[in-house]
């Protein structure tokens, strides 16, 4: 059995919560880890040689690994955990529901109060002309889900050959087949023969990324008219959905100028087309509204969710139906040949009421949009005058910087010295979980953080950038 020292870690600021920390054998833990564990996304061999870190306990916005260093966890788990760490609550609601009725299906007839409730209380949350759920249990089940959706409805059009739909290149949406099929990366579909038929990609409206010999705003409308080219190259007749993140998550935290999102929806409505928002990352109040679309002012006809809807606490995900579907589905579909074992999981969705009481009790999107989220921006938009920063902007609760080996002309560093991977592990030994893609770094901190946390939080991305600055520096890379 573990044992737990209550003096806690020397060196640990003061407001730490004095629960102690549990004292495990990380060695062992490690070994058997690479032994039998194998990771999502992970190059198991080189893992192995270097032993994972063992993430023990979390608190607030804090985790503390079995070493006991504490971090701040500036990503909220995986994007996921909005209402932070140790909420009991969402414990004591799953441990009620798993003795009232751990599980039962809504397959034949059947249904479970649980998840009765969280249908309507989405519905009710969700923008208006939005009157249906249908539950999965990630948000790549939910996209696979969307996918069968949007098919399905134009087979219900009696325009069956509507199948194409269009996505983004450094967009992501999951890792089932379908899932990863929309994703738009590479190197994901160089690994199992995909994407699936009828799956397409446009380039991501990524400003810093381009030559930037346009303003930010003439690239947004030229990025938003790749969407109509690709329309007219399949054919309109063809393209049933465009799905996309309303900001791209982890394509490395990628937020569109602000011409893009209207000039998308004015290409949906003149073809007709089905408009998809992956709200996976941008959904419950991460944008500062409860939908990123919302925050972008774009009507959706379908919103694919996960992540935060439970904080994480147990996985849950899944579709908001918005009528012009629904009515489709429901009125004239018949049969849906689709469905989870656990959709509508009754622990899940009970965890989800819990988290949802939070998340409405203390009106977290308005604490984004009016308190933390513009401290925040103004902050992380200042670390811009750090030599190693060549572009760094946020919305609502997700950051992203881009590290450059010239600020002055935005000159990259050559992908294969993996600085982005060099500053992630000075912030992992020095308290701070920040993520990199490629040469971003990229944080998404729980809802809950505080004005103080977030000067802590600046205080530590501070140093950990020097620190890479002066690495770099030593190794002649700049
Ligand atoms: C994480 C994510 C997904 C996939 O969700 P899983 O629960 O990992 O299957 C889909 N879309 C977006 C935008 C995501 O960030």
Not at 173 to 181: F, P, V
Not at 366 to 387: N, S, T, W
Request: glycine residues 12%; aromatic residues 10%.
């Amino acid at each position: 059995m573990n044992s737990f020292d209550t003096a806690g870690p020397a060196g640990q600021p003061a407001d730490a919560p004095s629960a102690g920390t549990p004292r495990f054998d990380t060695a062992d833990l490690q070994a058997r880890d690479s032994a039998s564990f194998l990771h999502p996304f992970t190059d198991t061999k080189a893992l192995a040689a270097r032993g994972a870190r063992v993430v023990v306990r979390g608190e607030g916005i804090y985790v503390w690994d079995s070493e006991g260093h504490r971090m701040l966890d500036a990503m909220a788990g995986l994007w996921c955990v909005a209402v932070g760490y140790g909420q009991h609550t969402l414990a004591e609601a799953a441990y009620a529901q798993m003795q009232q009725l751990p599980f039962y299906n809504s397959f034949f007839k059947t249904t479970v109060v649980p998840a009765i409730d969280l249908a309507s209380r989405l519905v009710r949350l969700a923008p208006s002309g939005f009157s249906k759920v249908f539950f999965a249990n990630s948000g790549s089940e939910g996209n696979d889900t969307v996918i069968r959706m949007v098919r399905r409805y134009w087979d219900l059009q009696g325009q069956p050959q509507r199948s194409v739909i269009i996505s983004r290149i450094n967009g992501y949406h999951g890792s089932t087949m379908g899932g990863a099929s929309l994703s738009g990366m590479d190197y994901m579909h160089a690994q199992g023969g995909l994407p699936i038929p009828d799956i397409v990609h446009i380039g991501q409206p990524y400003w810093f990324g381009s030559d930037r010999s346009e303003s930010p705003d003439a690239f947004g409308l030229r990025a938003a008219r790749w969407l109509e080219e690709k329309i007219l190259e399949v054919g309109p007749e063809r393209v049933g959905a465009f799905i996309a993140e309303p900001v791209q998550g982890a394509g490395g935290v990628i937020i569109p100028p602000a011409t893009y999102w209207p000039e998308i929806q004015r290409i949906v409505d003149k073809y007709g087309i089905l408009l998809v928002s992956d709200e996976v990352i941008c959904g419950f109040g991460r944008l500062g509204h409860w939908f990123g679309c919302e925050y972008f002012g774009t009507r959706p006809d379908l919103i694919t969710f996960a992540k935060a809807v439970t904080s994480g606490y147990i996985p849950l995900g899944g579709v908001l139906v918005g009528d012009r579907v629904a009515s489709a589905l429901v009125d004239q579909g018949g049969d849906f040949n689709h469905g989870y074992t656990y959709s509508g999981h009754p622990v899940a969705c009970a965890v989800a009421l819990a988290n949802l009481d939070i998340i409405e009790g203390q009106d977290l999107p308005r604490h984004v949009r009016e308190d933390v989220g513009p401290y925040l921006k103004q902050h992380f938009e200042a670390l811009i005058d750090h030599p190693l920063v060549g572009h760094a902007e946020t919305c609502g609760l997700v950051a992203g910087l881009a590290l450059v080996a010239d600020a002055a002309t935005g000159r990259a560093f050559d992908p294969a010295l993996e600085v982005g991977m060099l500053c992630r592990d000075f912030c992992f030994n020095n308290g701070l979980v920040m993520r990199a893609v490629g040469d971003r770094m990229i944080i998404s901190p729980p809802l809950v953080i505080t004005r103080g946390q977030i000067d802590e939080l600046i205080a530590l991305i501070r140093h950990c950038l020097d620190l890479t600055l002066s690495e770099v520096t030593s190794r002649g890379w700049r």
